[in-house]
């Protein structure tokens, strides 16, 4: 599966009383598939994944699933505490049609997962069963534990391990992992003739045509009937792809691209999709000058809402650029009325 571009890790809607808000979560979803994003990440830290249960999870899957259009890539946070739990969400994203999955690494046994075998034995255990590629997550500010790069080049050396999220946010990290896991065995995926990701619901997909009349002394009963002729077949080509290092950071985006990432998923593009990919776009345009300043745009607005803030901030920058945010499951605590200003303030001038 090919990772290139940015991708929005999306938000999950609550009603007051903390129920999944499904519509709401469809809706949001119905409009990143009309944006440039090149796809989203559905259940990850912005997900507020650890706050639902299994059952809510898998629902999660499935709506967000059915309201996104083919030519999104769908990754599916799965991360558990075992192995066990991980692969049975995993195989949930499976039958929802995603196209990958991304794994944090297990955290409450702190002390054992310092272990690098321990950390080792658990991803290559998800990866050698899971039904969908893996993406390897690296998130010390939520999990208490920071992957070293060495592990991560080992797991970059599975078939089924495809690249990992650095939501460090720190430059120098990514470059240091573009290059240890450059001799990584490269991957043939499918892709459009543009080479643009091919997924899995794109696959399944019955293109439709003119229908046309089949005689009526063609046929045995004697009456004429419409049917559809035979579509041509979605037309795509292959590409080479090593291990792919995605972002996690929006602060960095234009810094992570110029030492060798492939994209990023971002929080922030959850309520400000135009302005993270506007970076991107301008970046694959080789206009460097205008990416800089793209990037330094959101910059500011990245770091007090998204970092200082928390899934709160985030929520209601959605709510305020008109998509679906509300309010965090407790034990979050929801943003001050003088802290709703401010993000309308530094919302002001970014399109979303």
Known sequence: MLLEGIFAAVTTPFYPDERVY?????????????????????????????????????????????????EKVLIAGVGRESVKGTLELAEV????????????????????????????????????????????????????????????AELAQHPNVIGVKDSQGVVERISVTVEATR??????????????????????????????????????????VATAPRAPALKTRSKEVGFQTLMGSGTGVFAALEVGACGA???????????????????????????????????????????GMGIAGLKYACDFNGYYGGRARAPLLPITFDQKGEIERLLAEIRN
Not at 29 to 47: I, N, P, Q
């Open 265 to 307: 998923v971002l929080a922030f593009a959850a309520c400000a999709p135009q302005a993270c990919t506007e970076i991107y776009i301008a970046w694959k345009d080789h206009d460097l000058k205008l990416a800089e300043e793209k990037q330094q745009h959101i910059t500011d607005a990245v770091k007090r809402i998204c970092g």
């Open 22 to 70: 499904f519509r709401k979560l469809e809706a949001n979803m119905e409009r990143y598939s009309r944006s440039l994003l090149a796809g989203m990440v559905v259940l990850g830290s912005t997900g507020e994944a650890v706050a639902l249960s299994d059952a809510e999870s898998r629902e999660v899957l499935r709506a967000a699933a059915e309201a996104t259009a083919a």
């Open 183 to 224: 001799k990584a065995a490269r991957r043939t995926v499918t892709v459009t003739p543009v080479f643009e990701a091919v997924t899995a619901r794109m696959l399944m997909q019955k293109p439709e045509g003119e229908r046309s009349f089949v005689a009526a002394d063609d046929l045995a009963g004697g009456a004429a």
């Open 93 to 152: 994203a499976a039958e929802f049609h995603y196209d990958a999955v991304l794994v944090k690494p297990p955290s409450y046994y702190r002390a054992r997962m310092a272990d690098p075998a321990a950390v080792l034995h658990y991803f290559r255990s998800v990866a050698d069963r899971a039904p969908l590629p893996v993406i390897l997550y690296n998130i010390p500010q939520n999990v208490p534990y920071e992957m070293p790069i060495d592990i991560i």
